[in-house]
């Protein structure tokens, strides 16, 4: 079990939130999720909530309205985390004991366990082709943690780092080739971010920084970024390059604690969780992607966590507005000018005779050459007779 959780068995009136909130136990605290939007149209955004009495899953719209309840059980539900499609939420709960990864369609229906293991699963993420579901699981026999990957069935479960260290939150590159995660590997104390190939191989510290715990990577939409939360006195948001370099705070790390970053699919927002001005409570924050324009979403008396935001796909293309574009037809026979107002969109309208000496041709025709008009328009014409 993660040690933020065997508090919890000690402490059971303690809720997970006040674990990472409160100051002096955050280095115990380390295994908050961090998935990134795919890359689409921003969604709705998932959360843990403690506000009906227990962590339960909680969908909203993006700019706050609309919180409703997807699960309600006794246990603890954390860590929601969208299918690529936007149709599924993949989820830790503890409902019987040790955590294990649930899958909910995105209305709530079809709660099903895919994992059954009686080690501690946690920290759920899918690939980018919804194919698989990575998560930290500490079934090695201690309370270290691995990242271990199976097939979005729950099949084919794979321990992809075998590591003596603690390795949690996994997050899948949009390309679907690396993996981020959070690995106390090297000091077995602090945290860095550390990234793989899909398959395991290729282990390499990203951020390198015996100063500050780093926890919760989560990959930009395009790929090209990492956020993740840092822990120096107080826990903040950063962000960094994809190879590591570029590291810069987001946020100011002093007098609150902000952590669980969740990038919006579309990469101009980033969604965390924070106690600032919250009277103690942690709430759900979204930023501009450069750390300016915070704001409350939830305002909730409560602790709001684990934000993850819901990619939708791109709208279809919608077909050019048809336009009726008055051709002119003045000098044409009646017949060619019915083909060319049609055409264009048009319809013919009244014909009327006029003594003309251009007889069968249009002599007249309203409205006048190149107006626009909403398509189907009439075109009235005057055509010349003996």
């Not at 860095?192 to 989560?218: K, R």
């Not at 014909?351 to 409205?367: D, E, N, T, Y």
Request: hydrophobic share 35%; proline share 8%.
């Amino acid at each position: 079990m993660p040690r933020r959780l065997l508090f919890l068995r000690r402490l059971p009136l303690l809720s997970v939130a006040v674990m990472i909130l409160v100051a002096g136990v955050v280095a115990a605290t380390s295994n908050r999720p961090a998935q990134a939007a795919f890359p689409g149209t921003n969604g709705k955004i998932a959360f843990a909530s403690n506000r009906s009495g227990d962590y339960e899953i909680f969908v909203m719209n993006a700019d706050g309205s609309g919180q409703t309840s997807l699960t309600s059980n006794p246990g603890l539900d954390l860590f929601p985390a969208w299918s690529p499609n936007g149709t599924k939420i993949a989820f830790a709960s503890y409902r019987g004991g040790p955590g294990e990864i649930f899958v909910v369609n995105s209305d709530g229906s079809g709660q099903t366990n895919l994992t059954n293991n009686p080690a501690n699963d946690y920290n759920p993420a899918w690939s980018p082709d919804g194919t698989k579901i990575a998560f930290a699981s500490e079934r090695g026999g201690s309370h270290d943690g691995e990242i271990v990957v199976m097939n979005a069935d729950g099949s084919g479960q794979t321990n992809l780092t075998n590591n003596p260290g603690e390795d949690q939150s996994p997050d899948w590159s949009p390309d679907g080739t690396k993996i981020a995660f959070a690995s106390n590997r090297g000091s077995g104390v602090v945290y860095e971010i550390v990234v793989m190939n899909a398959d395991g191989s290729g282990q390499t510290d990203l951020t390198n920084d015996p100063a500050n715990d780093d926890h919760e990577p989560t990959w930009s939409p395009d790929g090209r970024r990492i956020a993740f939360s840092r822990a120096r006195e107080d826990f903040g948001i950063s962000v960094m390059n994809a190879d590591g370099s570029g590291q810069s705070n987001l946020t100011n790390y002093t007098g609150a604690h902000e952590r669980s970053p969740a990038w919006s699919p579309d990469g101009t927002r980033i969604a965390f969780t924070s106690d600032q001005g919250s009277g103690g409570n942690a709430e759900i924050f979204v930023m501009k992607a450069d750390g300016s324009g915070q704001r409350n979403l939830t305002n909730a008396a409560a602790y709001d966590v684990d934000p993850n935001w819901q990619a939708l796909p791109p709208s279809p293309p919608q077909p050019p507005r048809v336009r009726c574009v008055v051709p002119r037809v003045i000098g044409k026979r009646l017949p060619a000018a019915r083909t060319r107002i049609r055409r264009a969109h048009c319809r013919v309208g009244r014909v009327r005779r006029s003594r003309s000496r251009r007889v069968g041709k249009v002599v007249a025709q309203s409205p006048k050459p190149g107006a626009r008009r909403a398509a189907g328009t009439r075109v009235n014409l005057v055509v010349g007779r003996r």
